[in-house]
């Protein structure tokens, strides 16, 4: 056994091409999109797709905004061959939309492929072979020489057949495979060999398509590899350069992201990343980075829960509840300090009434796919006063004071350690209702009063129910709050100071109910008592607001 094993894995190559220029380069618009779902992804399922599912993911991709859309690998399966037939001979295919289909650069395959897309009013075919020197030697066991013979005879073969069906407008994608671990002389020579054969002019387009076929290095280089090909490149006119990214190393995006800046114009990957291995360059994932950078992706998720309900389906894989902008956990905010900023924000946000997106924690909004602001924020153990706060806020329009926040998430916490588990907007509700009196049945309800001025002081009287008695009160004060106060002091012999006093309306109309919040405190104790009441009546609800607090102050 070798004592660092990990040296049986030699360093992977690196480009030495200091004039590159794209580090300080930024992406100012959206690349030529190509979903590679129905035939990279679909190569690598358990089981492929049928054709049901197929054009379930087609039609998905096309209101999506996708324009080119790599739909089989025609001499692969029977499956994926009449699968090109249909979407051809029952009119699947918008105007705008181009299919691609693949294949090696192997004759019989070529011309089984071109005759899947007879009666195409357009369509890109797609030949590969593997081009790195650990292919040449032990796959094809051909030598540079050869390979480019074998490149080039498929080209001549696809131009030739595409003559024969002058009535499709043809494109031909060749793809050096194995791109990213091919000395860049000979990508350079053999894309060049297949180039010239071709003869790219705007009616006869090339697409010169780059894979990271196995991701083994940091995307910093690949990023000089695609750079390093096009400015080498003789002639670009009518090829356009694409890339083709997989993740190995779980640097799919980051590699495609500087291969645009190095100056790819096409990226060809699959919705949430699937694809063999680790997956396929997800385009979702970059569509969304641009969008959240003020690039318009020119590809819609605006209900990204209904893209992730058909991948999965399709795909018959789950999309991870983690994964970038689409994961269902992905908008959600479990901890304290997190859910503290991004209310905080939200409150700025809605002061400023500002268009622009700056909510700590948020780096895209929501809404912007289809995702609401409810689930933004939930609460368990790891969440702090905000968390509940928000919740009543978002959904029942309250608005607490502070140190009415920091006590209700004390009891909020206590049942959270207690069950080790979330807790729902709706136990968050009924908790903070049975512990501050909003309910029905509370201990002491006020079921009628009076007042009238005398002098500079009000006078109250009120009738109230206290368990199963009636008791009537008498009491007066500065306003009607500190009335009942006295009359409550009197009545149940105890000593009570108002720290605190806030209402607002909870809704827009003269008759939405009102809520009001108390803090009182015995002047011979630490602790303070909350009660909270909603009412129709303002003063109403304050009184018996006053009342909740009382009954808690009695209770303890
Ligand atoms: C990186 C990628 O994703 S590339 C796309 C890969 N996708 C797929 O392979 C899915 C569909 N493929 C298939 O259904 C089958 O592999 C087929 C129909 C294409 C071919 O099947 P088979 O004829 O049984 O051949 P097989 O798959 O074993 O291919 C290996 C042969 O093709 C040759 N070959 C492999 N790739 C290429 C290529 N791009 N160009 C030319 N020849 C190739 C190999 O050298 C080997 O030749 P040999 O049999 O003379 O040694
Ligand atoms: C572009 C093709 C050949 C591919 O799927 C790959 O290299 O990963």
Redesign the pocket.
Same mark, same amino acid.
């Given at each position: 056994m070798l004592d660092n094993p990990a040296r049986k894995y030699p360093a992977a190559h690196i480009i030495d091409y200091p004039q590159r220029t794209w580090p300080v380069k930024r992406l100012q618009a959206p690349p030529r999109w190509c979903s590679t779902d129905l035939r990279?992804g679909n190569?690598a399922l358990a089981n492929p797709m049928d054709a049901q599912r197929k054009l379930t993911f087609f039609k998905h991709l096309i209101a999506c905004g996708f324009k080119e859309i790599e739909v089989a690998?025609p001499?692969?399966?029977e499956v994926d061959f009449a699968f090109v037939r249909l979407l051809i001979e029952e009119n699947h295919i918008p105007e705008d939309v181009t299919i691609q289909v693949? *294949? #090696?650069?192997?004759p019989d395959?070529i011309e089984r492929t071109i005759v899947s897309l007879n009666g195409a009013s357009k369509a890109i075919v797609h030949v590969?072979?593997?081009t790195a020197p650990i292919f040449r030697e032990m796959?094809?066991q051909k030598d540079k020489a050869e390979l480019i013979a074998?490149a080039t005879a498929?080209a001549k073969q696809v131009r030739q057949l595409c003559e024969q069906s002058p009535q499709t407008d043809w494109t031909l994608q060749y793809s050096p495979?194995t791109f990213c671990f091919t000395e860049a002389d000979f990508a350079l020579e053999i894309c060049e060999a297949v180039a010239q054969v071709w003869g790219p002019e705007p009616k006869r387009p090339l697409i010169l398509n780059l #894979?990271t *076929?196995v991701e083994v290095n940091t995307p910093n280089v690949f990023a000089d590899q695609v750079e390093h090909l096009m400015r080498s490149f003789s002639d670009l006119k009518s090829i356009t350069i694409s890339v083709h990214p997989h993740n190995d190393r779980g640097t799919g995006v980051a590699t495609a992201e500087m291969a645009m800046l190095a100056g790819a114009q096409r990226v060809e990957g699959c919705l949430f990343g699937n694809g063999?291995r680790t997956g396929n360059v997800d385009l979702v994932t970059l569509a969304m980075n641009l969008y959240t950078q003020g690039v318009h992706p020119q590809l819609q998720f605006a209900n990204i829960r209904q893209t992730v309900e058909i991948v999965e389906q399709c795909n018959q894989l789950p999309v991870h509840p983690r994964h970038p902008y689409g994961g269902s956990l992905v908008f959600t905010a479990f901890s304290g300090s997190h859910q503290d900023a991004i209310k905080k924000g939200f409150a700025h946000r809605a002061r400023l009434g500002s268009e622009a997106w700056h909510i700590p924690y948020l780096p895209l909004d929501p809404q912007d796919v289809g995702c609401s602001y409810e689930e933004v924020i939930r609460v368990n153990s790891q969440s702090g006063k905000s968390g509940a706060a928000w919740l009543l806020q978002e959904n029942h329009g309250l608005r607490l004071p502070r140190a009415l926040q920091v006590d209700f998430s004390q009891h909020v916490q206590q049942q959270t350690e207690q069950t080790g588990k979330e807790i729902s907007q709706a136990q968050v509700w009924q908790l903070f209702r049975s512990l501050y009196g909003v309910l029905e049945n509370r201990p002491l309800s006020l079921l009628h009063y009076t007042s009238e001025p005398r002098g500079a002081e009000q006078h109250v009287t009120a009738t109230l129910r206290y368990g199963e008695e009636t008791l009537s009160l008498q009491g007066q004060g500065c306003g009607l709050l500190s009335a009942l106060s006295d009359g409550v002091q009197k009545a149940f012999d105890c000593v009570l100071n108002i720290m605190d006093y806030q209402e607002h309306t909870l809704g827009p109309q003269s008759s939405s109910n009102a809520i009001s919040y108390i803090q009182i405190a015995s002047p011979s104790s630490a602790i303070t008592h909350f009660g909270v009441a909603i009412e129709t009546d303002a003063s109403k609800a304050a009184l018996q607001a006053l009342l909740n607090a009382v009954a808690d102050l009695i209770r303890e």
């Open positions: 990279d190569q690998f001499a692969a399966s693949m *294949t #090696p650069a192997r395959l590969y072979n593997a796959v094809f074998l498929a495979e #894979p *076929t063999e």
